[in-house]
């Protein structure tokens, strides 16, 4: 079956360090990839959806410059978190859409648990 | 805008006990129905993919249908193991996106 790889899984850092999470899709090409915020015993809230060559397209409420996404290639995505600070603590989700017709479902990764201190 | 509403938001079950989850949408134009589980700690896993009302999918103990305005998961006599957030999202016509409920808890005692 397709596999989504997100790397890293869990990282702790102190506040106004950038952190870069990677989404690799690992048996298939990805034309789309979705970012999503999850916050405990909330559901997926998607952040922005992510083309490979060409720019991210942000949900309404997410700053663009806090949370840069690129995709530059059709197997990897990734989400910076420029200057951290506590309140971007939460679970962040990438998914990969093949692509290949509306009966595809996203494929997710396994999250990245974020840690500000 | 897309609306997805679950009910319950929890459910505790003895092992062995069947019901239904179930999953209410508002969309423009349905593209697709997506049923997901999610551990703790985990990205969703997908379950189930529905497109036309009167479609119905199985897999093992579970069971997902569709109407014009909600679908149901099924759970035949659940397992300890199917405790999981249960999650549905749908995907309308004009995009990919998908568009999350809040998620069913289930836990299935022993």
């Known amino acids: 079956g397709a596999v989504v790889s997100q790397h890293p899984s869990w990282v702790i850092c102190k506040s106004g360090t950038s952190v870069k999470i990677e989404c690799r899709s690992l048996?298939?090409?990805?034309?789309?990839m979705f970012w999503y915020r999850q916050f405990p015993k909330q559901s997926l809230m998607l952040m922005a959806t992510s083309n490979e060559g060409s720019k991210a397209t942000y949900e309404q409420g997410v700053e663009k410059d806090k949370f840069l996404i690129n995709h530059a290639s059709l197997t990897l995505s990734t989400l910076t978190v420029t200057s951290a600070h506590p309140e971007d603590s939460s679970f962040y989700i990438c998914s990969a859409d093949r692509g290949q017709g509306i009966r595809q479902p996203q494929h997710f990764g396994d999250g990245t648990r974020l840690s500000i201190l | 805008e897309d609306q997805v509403t679950q009910s319950p938001e929890a459910l505790r079950l003895q092992e062995g006990e069947s019901s239904s989850l179930n999953c209410s949408y508002t969309?423009?134009?349905?593209?697709?129905l997506f049923w997901y589980r999610q551990d703790p700690g985990k990205g969703p896993e997908f379950l189930f993919t529905l497109y036309s009302a009167g479609e119905e999918k199985e897999k093992e103990r579970l069971k997902a249908t569709l109407t014009k305005k909600e679908s149901f998961l099924h759970i035949t006599a659940p397992k300890p193991e199917d405790s999981a957030t249960y999650l549905c999202?749908?995907?309308?016509?004009?995009?990919?996106?998908?568009?999350f409920g809040e998620g069913t808890q289930l836990t299935v005692n022993p």
């Open positions: 999202a749908v995907r309308e016509t004009s995009g990919s996106r998908l568009t």
């Open positions: 048996d298939f090409q990805a034309t789309t």
């Open positions: 969309v423009s134009g349905l593209r697709g």
